[in-house]
């Protein structure tokens, strides 16, 4: 089995920055795509920003110019660049990512989610 941990989350004023990194731990045959996803208070769960494993990106609209997905195969570490914060950034945020252990299938995991909140 595998797990994501994040962290970076925290407190920050509006117009502020915060890098998230997420790091995948375990039995790690190899990752593909990785992503960051968020979920704000009575909203539906949206996909941030996405990366493969050979470096092609998605943004979602809403962050696109701001924020930068980038990951280091390496380190097994996903990392988002959160700049120019707004307050609808406010969310939990959550990694995740398709890892193969090298036993069974590949499976996407979940990591447990940071808190970012951002004020006026």
Partial sequence: QAQLVESGGGLVQAGGS???????YGSIFSINTMGWYR???????????AITSTGRTTYADSVKGRFTISRDNAKSTLYLQMNSLKSEDTAVYYCNADIFTGWGAPKYYWGQGTQVTVSS
Avoid at 18 to 24: E, G, I, K, P, T
Avoid at 39 to 49: T, W
């Fill in 39 to 49: 979920q704000a208070p009575g909203k539906q769960r949206e996909l941030v920003a």
């Fill in 18 to 24: 915060l890098r998230l990194s997420c790091v995948a």
